[in-house]
């Protein structure tokens, strides 16, 4: 890059006012953005569009100013739907995107609420495999249950190592 780049002739200036680009426009171009010559001469300035009509409508809605221009300016919106279009509610939109990163279905969830199965019973289930139906059906063994079990496992165990033992001696 040399220093002459930035350098803006008269002919320059001349050439870019035959554009419609204003010389401070063309200097803001080259020596801030850094544009080359070329293009910031010959590039036109956008068209601004002007909403003072749409101010007052906007403010109306509950539309400030400052998210009326960024609309129209960033997001390319027309006037008139950048005026009238509600903001958006953040709970609402906290729903939705609850929603959308949902891993189960919401149908099987209140499903195991109505069955009184808890959430995070219902979560293990799925995570260990079990069909969505009977994860929000089957109701959680009580701990009498658990405790029976737990109570054949303990003999199933005694007797495969009995046998175990047996055979090895044997």
Known sequence: MNVY???ITPDEYETAKENG???????????????????????????KKSIK???EMAESNGICYSTLRYRINRLGWEPERAATQPLQD??????????????YAASYQRLAEKNGIPERTYHRRMKNGWDPQVAATRAPMTSSEI?????????????FLKKKGAVANG
């Open 90 to 103: 953040r709970a609402c939109m906290a729903k939705y995107a609850s929603e959308c990163s949902r891993k």
């Open 5 to 7: 780049d930035f350098y």
């Open 21 to 47: 680009v204003s010389p401070k426009l063309l200097e803001i171009r080259v020596r801030r953005l850094a544009w080359n010559k070329e293009r910031a001469i010959q590039t036109p300035p956008h068209a």
């Open 53 to 55: 009509d749409w101010v």
């Open 147 to 159: 405790g029976l079990l737990t109570k054949e496992k303990r003999h199933f165990k005694r007797l």
